[in-house]
T-cell receptor
Framework: QQPVQSPQAVILREGEDAVINCSSS?????VHWYRQKHGEAPVFLMI?????EQKGHDKISASFNEKKQQSSLYLTASQLSYSGTYFC????????????FGTGTSLTVIP | DTEVTQTPKHLVMGMTNKKSLKCEQH?????MYWYKQKAKKPPELMFV???????INESVPSRFSPECPNSSLLNLHLHALQPEDSALYLC?????????????FGSGTRLTVV
């Protein structure tokens, strides 16, 4: 079951913050986050595992609320290099090893 | 080596052609994946190999045929494709299929079927 992301698109000025949400209707083992720049491959950002955790590196962090089957990606003090499409990916408990990418969020950072 | 290498980067083929896409990784990853991505859409899973055995085939038409000759190499054989098969084909790998490991993607093969 494909997770749904919101917003679909967001435009930020450099230095502004953004939150991208990922929501599933199924119980989850894990949530991945990837960023894909135009014409390039998706790049792995982080993984959050069942147990409800929060992770981060540099100014990008994420949380996973397993009870709500939701994850949020937080981008603080955005930089031009943050532009791209962000995908969450989820592995569901009931379907075992099935992994689904979310609907995607296009993020554009402007000077 | 922390890369997944895909060749060719671009491919144009006719509907009667046979071609193959190649994917290679030397990170010791034991799970490898083929994804198809259309413009402005998320990647869609096609096949999963785990320890060189096909473990998932997401109801992909038989004109796509995967092969995993060894733990470092993954091929996707193409035959009698349709124009709607034009897309970016991404290969990915992960340590294995248990939890805790992200996917490393190759840069993809942009396929155009004419």
């Amino acid at each position: 079951q494909q997770p749904v992301q919101s917003p679909q698109a967001v435009i930020l000025r450099e230095g502004e913050d953004a939150v991208i949400n990922c929501s599933s209707s199924k119980a989850l083992y894990s949530v991945h986050w990837y960023r894909q720049k135009h014409g390039e491959a998706p790049v792995f950002l982080m993984i959050l595992l069942k147990g409800g955790e929060q992770k981060g590196h540099d100014k990008i962090s994420a949380s996973f609320n397993e009870k709500k089957q939701q994850s949020s990606l937080y981008l603080t003090a955005s930089q031009l290099s943050y532009s791209g499409t962000y995908f969450c990916g989820t592995r569901e408990i009931t379907t075992g090893n099935q992994f689904y990418f979310g609907t995607g969020t296009s993020l554009t950072v402007i000077p | 080596d922390t890369e997944v290498t895909q060749t060719p980067k671009h491919l144009v083929m006719g509907m009667t052609n046979k071609k193959s896409l190649k994917c290679e990784q030397h990170m010791g990853h034991r799970a490898m994946y083929w994804y198809k991505q259309k413009a402005k859409k998320p990647p869609e899973l096609m096949f999963v190999y785990s320890y060189e055995k096909l473990s998932i085939n997401e109801s992909v038409p038989s004109r796509f045929s995967p092969e995993c000759p060894n733990s470092s190499l993954l091929n996707l054989h193409l035959h009698a494709l349709q124009p709607e098969d034009s897309a970016l084909y991404l290969c990915a790998s992960s340590q294995d299929r248990t939890e805790g490991y992200g996917y490393t993607f190759g840069s993809g093969t942009r396929l155009t079927v004419v």
